[in-house]
């Protein structure tokens, strides 16, 4: 089963149910619509858990997810250009 979660669920479970955030941690496969702190806070969570852990996303925000670009591994970025 695979699950995705967003940024509000995220920070939901975080402040009420801690042992249900570490079993979602194992199976959400797509995190969405998360501040760049939440986003710092699952980086930081997927690695205790010894998973190994990249970030993707447009590269807006780079200023703004500086956090999250200095605990995960790798980080790639998506742009769309026009032609």
Do not use: W
């Amino acid at each position: 089963m695979a699950l995705a979660i967003n940024g509000k669920a995220f920070h939901y479970l975080q402040q009420n149910d801690v042992g249900l955030l570490k079993t979602v941690l194992h199976k959400a496969v797509v995190y969405s619509r998360m501040s760049p702190m939440h986003k710092a806070e699952l980086v930081v969570g997927l690695q205790e858990l010894g998973l190994t852990v990249g970030m993707c996303g447009d590269g807006a925000n780079v200023r703004n997810n500086s956090g999250i670009i200095k605990h995960s591994y790798s980080l790639i970025t998506i742009r769309t250009v026009a032609l």
